[in-house]
């Protein structure tokens, strides 16, 4: 699987932590190719409806964070509604064990290449 991190710039801007390139079209404000900006941050400061870089042993996902009825898990959810000839989402959400986490990067920008 290939990896979303791009190499690290040193900035003294506190609010990036490493650039990342998104490889996915899971998310539609976030073009495939785009280079964005990651912040880490803890658990606790979790915003739901914000987006993050989520993750762990088996997978790196961009997704939108939801509260979820168990405290146990968060919803992790796409913001493409383009949906199979069946009717089902492409990118349904899906539960993330909160103990599965090994890493959690806010997004904090986003640069896309223009082409006049």
């Known amino acids: 699987m290939p990896s979303l991190w791009a190499d690290s710039l040193k900035n003294t801007n506190s ?3 490493k650039l990342i390139v998104n ?3 899971a998310m539609t404000e976030y073009p495939t190719g785009c280079v964005l900006s990651v912040k880490s941050t803890t658990m606790d400061a979790v915003i739901p409806g914000e987006d993050y870089l989520i993750v762990t042993k088996e997978y790196e ?3 939108r ?3 979820s ?3 146990r898990y968060f919803m992790a959810y796409s913001t493409n509604t383009k949906k199979h000839p ?3 989402l492409i990118h349904e959400p899906f539960p993330v ?3 599965a986490v090994v890493g959690l990067y806010k997004i904090t920008g986003l640069a896309v290449r ?3």
Do not use: E, H, K, Y
């Open 69 to 71: 009825g168990n405290d």
């Open 114 to 116: 223009s082409v006049l």
């Open 65 to 67: 964070i939801q509260t």
């Open 97 to 99: 064990p909160w103990a």
């Open 61 to 63: 996902v961009i997704r």
């Open 86 to 88: 069946d009717g089902r």
């Open 23 to 25: 490889c996915d079209d």
């Open 15 to 17: 609010t990036m932590d």
